[in-house]
């Protein structure tokens, strides 16, 4: 057995397997900044999407405010109209008698 060739054949095995590491090890070290990337920018869509999601709830408070004071008002509008209805009808009533 010639153990040049032995020698040349593990340092050329360990060579291969060094580049292959190599190749390796920038894949993955690619593959985890593209995960954290995304990870970033999915915390932002959700923090912009919390964002927007407030807005609407508090713009849906002031309309669910408004439309109850709209109903308000108008109960009141129909009450003033009701008594006026009934005073017309009345005066009319003794008009005629």
Do not use: H, P
């Not at 995304?38 to 807005?55: G, N, T, V, W």
């Amino acid at each position: 057995m010639d153990v040049q060739k032995t020698m040349e054949f593990i340092l050329d095995q360990v060579a291969q397997i060094t580049v292959l590491q190599a190749r390796t090890d920038r894949r993955l070290d690619r593959a985890i900044r593209l995960a954290v990337q995304e990870a970033r920018q999915e915390r932002k869509r959700r923090k912009e999407m919390d964002q927007r999601i407030a807005y609407l709830t508090e713009r849906a408070a002031e309309a669910d405010e408004k439309i109850t004071q709209l109903a308000a008002a108008q109960l009141v509008t129909e009450e003033k109209l009701q008594r006026w209805i009934e005073e017309r009808r009345g005066k009319n009533g003794k008009s005629e008698t």
